[in-house]
């Protein structure tokens, strides 16, 4: 996840201005290419997109964001994206962390410098979602943003900061915005986790920028099992964006999901609970979606699937 997760994902886990003249790798074929030119690109990050062949305008964007060790275009085909936006017909951004700021490619979610609008590399993402949004012919309404454990907690920095950007969010394995705001925080921050007040959670997102709503949507996905990014961030999730949207903290409905539970919270947000799984994000290759990989866990669902319905991407 980070820098701060470095060490553990050596250990064993798991763990993206104003634009300028704009080259892009020419995707006839559908491939995942690299565009440049994005923009001042402050955090120095890469920008890859996956585009399907023949995209009407107006078509949705998906933002998603990997985890440590992991690059763009791993995460967008192991967890599912690319095979979504082939059938549903959208595209995918995929931000990808580059050696030379971090050795283990994590995101820096924890970094007031990465995680400040204007700054660093949220300002970076924010330059590849303008730039997609641009090119594909369509605006903030059908854009989503989504990411596994950095990544994930990268997207609650996005969501924060740029919440005009994004109709929605999927946060997996994640950590609330400003849970932490040094290396140290960042590993008592994702295990055991810290516990804060719902109002001071809301007020980290509240103070991240001006805006005043609505606000984006937010999705959680976390295992039970999870030993790397404790399940008690997910509560804090919670916490933090019921508390942005002025609702209750408590479920509206609850039922099972393939066997595991999820909880709604009026129309601010839900959960996804997986039963069993560790630290990584839920794939269902049988059903089409992802494949078995490390940290692409098959649990019979599939996150990415389940997002992009609730998003309308089809």
């Known amino acids: 996840m980070i820098r701060a997760l470095a060490a553990i994902t050596v250990a064993a886990t798991l763990l993206a201005g104003t634009p300028a003249a704009a080259?892009?790798?020419?995707?006839?074929?559908?491939?995942?290419?690299?565009?440049?030119?994005?923009?001042?690109?402050?955090?120095?990050l890469r920008m890859l997109r996956y585009t399907p062949p023949d995209?009407?305008?107006?078509?949705?964007?998906?933002?998603?964001?990997?985890?440590?060790?992991?690059n763009g275009a791993?995460?967008?085909?192991?967890?599912?994206?690319?095979?979504?936006a082939q059938r549903w017909k959208f595209?995918?951004?995929?931000?990808?962390?580059r050696a030379t700021n971090n050795a283990?490619?994590?995101?820096?979610?924890?970094?007031?410098?990465?995680?400040?609008?204007?700054?660093?590399?949220?300002?970076?993402?924010?330059?590849?979602?303008?730039?997609?949004?641009?090119?594909?012919?369509?605006?903030?309404?059908?854009?989503?943003?989504?990411?596994?454990?950095?990544?994930?907690?990268m997207t609650a920095a996005m969501l924060a900061t740029y919440p005009e950007l994004f109709a929605a969010g999927g946060i997996v394995a994640g950590v609330a915005y400003r849970c932490a705001s040094s290396l140290v925080e960042a590993f008592s921050c994702m295990s055991p986790g810290?516990?804060?007040?719902?109002?001071?959670?809301?007020?980290?997102?509240?103070?991240?920028?001006?805006?005043?709503?609505?606000?984006?949507?937010?999705?959680?996905?976390?295992?039970?099992?999870?030993r790397t990014v404790a399940p008690s961030n997910a509560r804090e999730l919670v916490e933090q964006w019921t508390n942005?949207?002025?609702?209750?903290?408590t479920p509206t409905r609850t039922d099972t999901v393939a066997g595991h539970p999820h909880a709604v919270y009026a129309d601010a947000m839900e959960t996804f609970t997986i039963l069993g799984m560790g630290h990584g994000q839920p794939v269902a290759p049988a059903q089409g979606c992802g494949r078995s990989a490390p940290y692409f866990l098959d649990a019979g669902i599939c996150a990415a699937a389940r997002l992009a319905a609730s998003w309308a991407l089809s």
């Open 194 to 226: 810290r516990d804060l007040t719902p109002a001071a959670l809301g007020d980290a997102v509240r103070a991240a920028s001006s805006h005043s709503g609505p606000w984006p949507e937010v999705t959680l996905w976390q295992g039970t099992a999870d």
């Open 104 to 153: 283990n490619r994590c995101f820096t979610w924890y970094d007031r410098a990465d995680t400040s609008r204007g700054r660093g590399e949220v300002e970076s993402i924010a330059q590849m979602v303008r730039r997609a949004l641009a090119d594909a012919g369509t605006t903030a309404k059908r854009s989503y943003v989504t990411g596994l454990s950095a990544g994930g907690a």
């Open 55 to 70: 995209l009407p305008a107006g078509r949705p964007v998906v933002l998603a964001l990997h985890g440590c060790t992991q």
């Open 91 to 97: 595209s995918v951004v995929l931000p990808e962390q």
């Open 74 to 84: 791993s995460y967008g085909t192991d967890s599912g994206w690319v095979q979504l």
């Open 244 to 249: 942005v949207h002025g609702v209750s903290s």
């Open 23 to 44: 080259v892009s790798t020419v995707d006839t074929a559908g491939d995942i290419v690299e565009v440049t030119g994005f923009g001042s690109d402050p955090g120095n």
